[in-house]
């Protein structure tokens, strides 16, 4: 039995060996640290995590982080040779063996610690070599090392037990399982059971009598325990693992091996130390070979397997001696065929320009370079038709193909009409030295109802007479209304003839045009051709015609002629050209672009975009470049070969974790989170703190360059963004204020993740714009407000007080002016002249007595008048003192410096002073009485000195009676308090000074100056 399973194994791994697993491989060139791969594990968050030669490696999906002992957190590795990785999913610990001791990763603090900081009882881990890590129970853990045995870790007892610490084993332990609840455990050439003992465990032999070559692995795999050895491929042993008639050699898994996984279909990887990778199939027992080829970068990066891994999606991780390579069931879903994957290297040509199936079955393509081949898809070989490669010294290229009802090929190229003869193979071309223009064809059909070719040739369409071989205009009626360049001409690209014998000619320029033989009816399709001029490819679906257009995919219902939708492919100012449609089982279209292929649903709405990220060997296709086979398979000719997958079997993505935020950084330096920023719920900044950037990946391996993400930060925009691959979100000077950062993701089929990631993000104000500033400054102003309305009161109070006095200063010199003395005087003279019949000077006497009572009260209502008002009202008063007494005389001087009519004083100032010096001065001298006012300026001060040649002021002030204090206080008091107020209401510097001439060297004789200083 065991050599007929042997037997089995032997011939599929033979049968299979040319079949290809395709790989993505990642090395130092991105971002690896080292290309030697010890250990793989995947963490809580989703990381993957790589243990190399030379570091820790953490990958996101977008970029590897590394950690090592010269940066960062990593200074914590006892050394950077990384051997084990193994993830505590209890805990939440990575834990990090290391050929010089082991430490623990921390994801929620994104920190590394020596294991004595967690278990000081376990110290000694610190500082030895070790091989491997693992748990299988909860607080249990086994540390095989390399020169200390195997080491027993329980850290809810906090009990460390060694075993195999003899001089014989303690470097021999390679590898520890569990396979049906026994821990089993491999030395170089022997095995052993760990049976649980009281709170340890008791070594008991394993099969002590069966010749192991050097083991180097152990693996539980369904009901089997596998056997990996150091050189000569595998055992395993089936239940009842017991027995030694159980153990099978596997010879067909040759070398020595470097790990197990098994996959999420229940395929076991086993990869070897030299001999490549093998996936074994138990369902079909069948066994896939995959080795290292340096020409196809999708072949595994190296032979020699250090580890293996599968993630949580299915995804096969193997860490080689060279880097890493990677196994994505879902990434290579398309298959490429050219000059490296076609029989021989058949396809010696990978620009593809037109494919075609004839009716008898077979497959033709149309090359750039190489003219026509015909095509056998089951075995995946070209045969090429020489005579169509080359035509005079150019390379010929095939543009489109059509065939005879005889079966023979007639063939639109560079070269002109060529013909391919079925049965001898030969070539012959059909030009007309008339028409050079028939030298460069694009498209070509068989008329169903004539004997004729119809050919888009660079200058219009032309026929071809199949019966004469010879060449015809079309009719005059088959003309374009289309005006192009100056000249009535349009290419056409591709032929499509409906039941009813019209042609639809799709034209580079002119749009979609219909042409019906038969009825002779030429039109073109306006509703398209608004759209677009540049139609490339049509595929009729009933009463539909899909076209594929230079302005994206448009929906026309021939039969309706309305125009049912236009479709871009993309609204971001990316390409929005489509080449050719195809029709697959369950009623999906697929359109080829310049970008990869996009798939739609019947109704036009779009469904995903396949680009090289999804498994495509080239983005950009060709014209009207397409074929579907009888089982349902769909083929695009392109700029890189034939893209062939079948849609039926196409698997689809559905798993799609949530996002991870990976890195926040603030005014462009990344910001220390104290924690892993996976785990970051909320983030606090000063105002200035406020260009902050988010890097964010989803932990999503398959096909991850075409994951997508949108976000928005609420407070500042609540509008998602457009899904796009770019993982980083930039704001710049965020004002003041709460926000919430909002992140999702969508996998490479556009399923959305079912979580959305939030941060919250809290931008502090300024310490002007706090609460309690603005409170201080509320209250501050208020403060100042009120302080400045009191202010302002007591001011308007002052002022209306001190206006007050001033009215009643002035109603005071007006009383002084006006009293009743001089009243009572001025009538008896009045009353004199009359009588002794004076009546001129007694009119005289009595108007000049009446204007000078109109003008002082008019001066009394003025705040200032001038000078010249001044002097005139000193006159008439002064002409009326004259009139009273004998022998007086006065001189009012102006200067000639001073303006007069401009400059203003207070009113009511000069003229008692005036009248002072007439009553107490002169009065009382005899003759000769003289009073001289002078007006002058120094600065800005003008100056009035009232000089009289009286007794003199101390004279008067001796000789004073009891009414002349009542007049001096009704005068001079006056003048000064009135001058006070004057000062304290305008500030400016008004004074008064009466002196005595005795006290005035330079004033001889005797009399008075009263000197009056008003500020101009």
């Given at each position: 039995?065991?050599?007929?399973?042997?037997?089995?194994?032997i011939?599929?791994?033979?049968?299979?060996?040319?079949?290809?697993?395709?790989?993505?491989?990642?090395?130092?060139?991105?971002?690896?640290?080292?290309?030697?791969?010890?250990?793989?594990?995947?963490?809580?968050?989703?990381?993957?995590?790589?243990?190399?030669?030379?570091?820790?490696?953490?990958?996101?999906?977008?970029?590897?982080?590394v950690?090592?002992?010269?940066?960062g957190?990593?200074?914590?590795?006892?050394?950077?040779?990384?051997?084990?990785?193994?993830?505590d999913?209890?805990?939440?610990?990575?834990?990090?063996?290391?050929?010089?001791?082991?430490?623990?990763?921390?994801?929620?603090?994104?920190?590394?610690?020596?294991?004595?900081e967690?278990f000081?009882?376990?110290?000694?881990?610190?500082?030895?070599?070790?091989k491997?890590?693992v748990?299988?129970?909860?607080?249990?853990?086994?540390?095989?090392?390399?020169?200390?045995?195997?080491?027993?870790?329980?850290?809810?007892?906090?009990e460390?037990?060694?075993?195999?610490?003899?001089?014989?084993?303690?470097?021999?332990?390679?590898?520890?399982?569990?396979?049906?609840?026994?821990?089993?455990?491999?030395?170089?050439?022997?095995?052993?059971?760990?049976?649980?003992?009281?709170?340890?465990?008791?070594?008991?032999?394993?099969?002590p009598?069966?010749?192991?070559?050097?083991?180097?692995?152990?693996?539980?795999?369904?009901?089997?325990?596998?056997?990996?050895?150091?050189?000569?491929?595998?055992?395993?042993?089936?239940?009842?693992?017991?027995?030694?008639?159980?153990?099978?050699?596997?010879?067909?898994?040759?070398?020595?091996?470097?790990?197990?996984?098994?996959?999420?279909?229940?395929?076991l990887?086993?990869?070897?130390?030299?001999?490549?990778?093998?996936?074994?199939?138990?369902?079909?027992?069948?066994?896939?070979?995959?080795?290292?080829?340096?020409?196809?970068?999708t072949?595994?990066?190296?032979?020699?397997?250090?580890?293996?891994?599968?993630?949580?999606?299915?995804?096969?991780?193997?860490?080689f001696?060279?880097?890493?390579?990677?196994?994505?069931?879902?990434?290579?879903?398309?298959?490429?065929?050219?000059?490296?994957?076609?029989?021989?290297?058949?396809?010696?040509?990978?620009?593809?320009?037109?494919?075609?199936?004839?009716?008898?079955?077979?497959?033709f393509?149309?090359?750039?370079?190489?003219?026509?081949?015909?095509?056998?898809?089951?075995?995946?070989?070209?045969?090429?038709?020489?005579?169509?490669?080359?035509?005079?010294?150019?390379?010929n290229?095939?543009y489109?193909?059509?065939?005879?009802?005889?079966?023979?090929?007639?063939?639109?190229?560079?070269?002109?009409?060529?013909?391919?003869?079925?049965k001898?193979?030969?070539?012959?071309?059909?030009?007309?030295?008339?028409l050079?223009?028939?030298n460069?064809?694009?498209?070509?059909?068989?008329?169903?109802?004539?004997?004729?070719?119809l050919?888009?040739?660079?200058?219009g369409?032309?026929?071809?007479?199949?019966?004469?071989?010879?060449?015809?205009?079309?009719?005059?009626?088959?003309?374009?209304?289309?005006?192009?360049?100056g000249?009535?001409?349009?290419?056409g690209?591709?032929?499509?003839?409906?039941?009813?014998?019209?042609?639809?000619?799709?034209?580079?320029?002119?749009?979609?045009?219909?042409?019906?033989?038969?009825?002779?009816?030429?039109?073109?399709?306006?509703?398209?051709?608004?759209?677009?001029?540049?139609?490339?490819?049509?595929?009729?679906?009933?009463?539909?015609?899909?076209?594929?257009?230079?302005?994206?995919?448009?929906?026309?219902?021939?039969?309706?002629?309305?125009?049912?939708?236009h479709?871009?492919?993309?609204?971001?100012?990316?390409?929005?050209?489509?080449y050719?449609?195809?029709?697959?089982?369950?009623?999906?279209?697929?359109?080829?672009?310049?970008?990869?292929?996009?798939?739609?649903?019947?109704?036009?709405?779009?469904?995903?975009?396949?680009?090289?990220?999804?498994?495509?060997?080239?983005?950009?296709?060709?014209?009207?470049?397409?074929?579907?086979?009888?089982?349902?398979?769909?083929?695009?000719?392109?700029?890189?070969?034939?893209?062939?997958?079948d849609?039926?079997?196409?698997?689809?993505?559905?798993?799609?974790?949530p996002?991870?935020?990976?890195?926040?950084?603030?005014?462009?330096?990344?910001?220390?989170?104290?924690?892993?920023?996976?785990?970051?719920?909320?983030?606090?900044?000063?105002?200035?703190?406020?260009?902050?950037?988010?890097?964010?990946?989803?932990?999503?391996?398959?096909?991850?360059?075409?994951?997508?993400?949108?976000?928005?930060?609420?407070?500042?925009?609540?509008?998602?963004?457009?899904?796009?691959?770019n993982?980083?979100?930039?704001?710049?000077?965020?004002?003041?204020?709460?926000?919430t950062?909002?992140?999702?993701?969508?996998?490479?089929?556009?399923?959305?993740?079912?979580s959305?990631?939030?941060?919250?993000?809290?931008?502090?104000?300024?310490?002007?714009?706090?609460?309690?500033?603005?409170?201080?400054?509320?209250?501050?102003?208020?403060?100042?407000v009120?302080?400045?309305?009191?202010?302002?009161?007591?001011?308007?109070?002052?002022?209306?007080?001190?206006?007050?006095?001033?009215?009643?200063?002035?109603?005071?010199?007006?009383?002084?002016?006006?009293?009743?003395?001089?009243?009572f005087?001025?009538?008896?003279?009045?009353?004199e002249?009359?009588?002794?019949?004076?009546?001129?000077?007694?009119?005289?006497?009595?108007?000049?007595?009446?204007?000078l009572i109109?003008?002082?009260?008019?001066q009394?209502?003025?705040a200032?008048?001038?000078?010249n008002?001044?002097?005139?009202?000193?006159?008439q008063?002064?002409?009326m003192?004259?009139?009273?007494?004998e022998?007086?005389?006065?001189?009012?001087?102006?200067?000639?410096?001073?303006?007069?009519?401009?400059?203003?004083?207070?009113?009511?100032?000069?003229?008692?002073?005036?009248?002072?010096?007439?009553?107490?001065?002169?009065?009382?001298?005899?003759?000769?009485?003289?009073?001289?006012?002078?007006?002058?300026?120094?600065?800005?001060?003008?100056?009035?000195?009232?000089?009289?040649?009286?007794?003199?002021?101390?004279?008067t002030?001796?000789?004073?009676?009891?009414?002349?204090?009542?007049?001096?206080?009704?005068?001079?008091?006056?003048?000064?308090?009135?001058?006070?107020?004057?000062?304290?209401?305008?500030?400016?510097?008004?004074?008064?000074?009466?002196?005595?001439?005795?006290?005035?060297?330079?004033?001889?004789?005797?009399?008075?100056?009263a000197?009056?200083?008003?500020?101009?």
């Amino acid at each position: 039995m065991r050599y007929t399973i042997l037997s089995i194994f032997i011939f599929f791994t033979q049968l299979l060996q040319g079949q290809h697993l395709m790989f993505e491989n990642y090395s130092s060139e991105n971002g690896l640290s080292q290309n030697s791969c010890y250990a793989i594990a995947q963490d809580d968050l989703g990381f993957m995590w790589f243990g190399t030669q030379d570091g820790l490696n953490r990958y996101d999906g977008r970029e590897f982080r590394v950690y090592s002992q010269n940066t960062g957190i990593g200074k914590k590795l006892p050394s950077n040779i990384i051997t084990s990785l193994f993830f505590d999913t209890d805990k939440k610990y990575l834990w990090v063996g290391t050929v010089q001791g082991v430490c623990l990763y921390y994801p929620a603090g994104d920190t590394l610690v020596r294991i004595s900081e967690l278990f000081p009882w376990a110290s000694k881990l610190d500082h030895i070599s070790i091989k491997k890590v693992v748990s299988f129970r909860p607080d249990e853990y086994w540390v095989i090392t390399f020169n200390n045995g195997l080491i027993n870790l329980n850290t809810r007892t906090s009990e460390l037990s060694t075993y195999f610490n003899d001089e014989e084993n303690k470097g021999n332990i390679t590898s520890i399982v569990m396979h049906e609840n026994r821990i089993l455990v491999s030395l170089l050439y022997t095995m052993h059971e760990m049976v649980p003992h009281d709170s340890a465990y008791q070594v008991k032999p394993f099969h002590p009598n069966y010749p192991f070559p050097q083991i180097r692995e152990l693996y539980s795999y369904n009901d089997q325990l596998w056997i990996g050895t150091m050189a000569i491929g595998c055992y395993y042993i089936k239940t009842p693992i017991d027995q030694d008639e159980n153990i099978i050699v596997s010879k067909q898994f040759f070398g020595g091996v470097g790990g197990f996984s098994t996959d999420r279909e229940n395929k076991l990887w086993i990869g070897t130390r030299g001999s490549g990778m093998y996936r074994f199939d138990p369902a079909s027992a069948t066994v896939t070979r995959s080795l290292n080829n340096q020409f196809d970068p999708t072949t595994p990066c190296s032979n020699y397997s250090l580890s293996m891994f599968t993630d949580r999606q299915g995804i096969v991780w193997c860490g080689f001696s060279g880097g890493i390579a990677k196994y994505d069931p879902l990434r290579y879903q398309f298959r490429n065929i050219d000059d490296r994957t076609s029989l021989e290297g058949s396809l010696s040509d990978k620009v593809i320009v037109r494919m075609y199936k004839a009716k008898d079955g077979k497959t033709f393509v149309g090359t750039q370079n190489k003219g026509i081949m015909e095509w056998d898809p089951a075995k995946n070989y070209f045969k090429r038709y020489e005579g169509s490669e080359i035509v005079g010294t150019a390379n010929n290229v095939v543009y489109d193909i059509s065939e005879d009802k005889r079966g023979n090929l007639w063939v639109a190229s560079c070269g002109g009409l060529m013909y391919v003869d079925r049965k001898t193979d030969g070539i012959s071309y059909f030009s007309d030295k008339k028409l050079p223009e028939l030298n460069k064809m694009y498209a070509i059909i068989k008329l169903r109802k004539a004997d004729s070719l119809l050919i888009a040739t660079e200058n219009g369409l032309r026929f071809f007479s199949l019966t004469d071989k010879h060449w015809h205009r079309l009719p005059e009626y088959v003309r374009l209304t289309t005006f192009m360049g100056g000249l009535y001409v349009y290419t056409g690209r591709f032929f499509y003839e409906d039941a009813d014998n019209s042609v639809w000619i799709c034209t580079e320029g002119s749009g979609l045009v219909r042409y019906n033989y038969v009825r002779k009816e030429f039109e073109t399709i306006a509703p398209v051709n608004n759209v677009s001029l540049f139609i490339r490819h049509l595929l009729a679906d009933g009463p539909l015609f899909w076209l594929a257009t230079d302005n994206g995919l448009i929906i026309y219902n021939w039969q309706q002629k309305k125009l049912i939708k236009h479709i871009p492919l993309n609204t971001n100012g990316s390409s929005n050209v489509c080449y050719a449609i195809q029709k697959d089982a369950n009623n999906n279209f697929w359109v080829s672009s310049n970008l990869g292929l996009y798939k739609f649903n019947r109704l036009g709405e779009f469904i995903q975009k396949y680009n090289t990220g999804n498994g495509l060997s080239f983005l950009e296709y060709n014209t009207a470049c397409t074929l579907k086979d009888s089982v349902g398979s769909i083929y695009f000719g392109g700029m890189g070969g034939i893209t062939k997958f079948d849609p039926a079997v196409l698997k689809h993505n559905d798993y799609s974790p949530p996002p991870i935020i990976t890195m926040v950084k603030v005014n462009d330096k990344p910001w220390d989170l104290k924690m892993n920023p996976a785990l970051v719920d909320e983030l606090t900044f000063n105002h200035d703190q406020n260009f902050i950037t988010v890097q964010f990946a989803v932990n999503n391996f398959s096909n991850e360059a075409n994951n997508m993400f949108s976000y928005r930060l609420k407070g500042l925009n609540n509008n998602w963004t457009e899904r796009a691959v770019n993982n980083i979100a930039s704001f710049t000077s965020l004002p003041p204020g709460n926000y919430t950062f909002e992140l999702r993701s969508a996998n490479s089929d556009g399923v959305w993740s079912n979580s959305i990631r939030q941060l919250q993000i809290r931008v502090l104000p300024p310490w002007w714009q706090t609460w309690w500033f603005i409170s201080l400054s509320i209250l501050f102003v208020a403060a100042l407000v009120s302080l400045a309305v009191a202010a302002r009161i007591r001011k308007i109070r002052h002022d209306a007080s001190i206006k007050q006095q001033l009215a009643e200063m002035e109603i005071k010199g007006l009383h002084a002016q006006m009293n009743p003395h001089f009243i009572f005087n001025s009538l008896n003279s009045i009353k004199e002249m009359i009588l002794e019949d004076q009546k001129q000077n007694a009119s005289r006497y009595l108007s000049k007595f009446a204007q000078l009572i109109r003008t002082s009260l008019e001066q009394s209502r003025q705040a200032f008048i001038s000078i010249n008002q001044c002097v005139d009202h000193l006159k008439q008063y002064l002409e009326m003192e004259k009139l009273r007494f004998e022998d007086f005389s006065y001189e009012i001087r102006v200067d000639e410096n001073l303006d007069a009519e401009e400059i203003q004083i207070a009113p009511m100032l000069v003229q008692p002073l005036v009248e002072n010096a007439i009553w107490h001065g002169l009065r009382n001298k005899k003759s000769d009485r003289k009073l001289l006012v002078h007006f002058y300026r120094e600065g800005n001060q003008v100056i009035c000195e009232i000089d009289d040649n009286g007794v003199g002021y101390r004279h008067t002030m001796n000789g004073k009676t009891s009414v002349l204090p009542m007049h001096k206080s009704l005068g001079i008091t006056n003048i000064r308090e009135r001058l006070t107020l004057l000062n304290e209401k305008y500030h400016i510097k008004c004074s008064l000074s009466i002196r005595d001439k005795a006290e005035l060297p330079d004033k001889p004789g005797s009399g008075t100056v009263a000197t009056l200083q008003l500020t101009i």
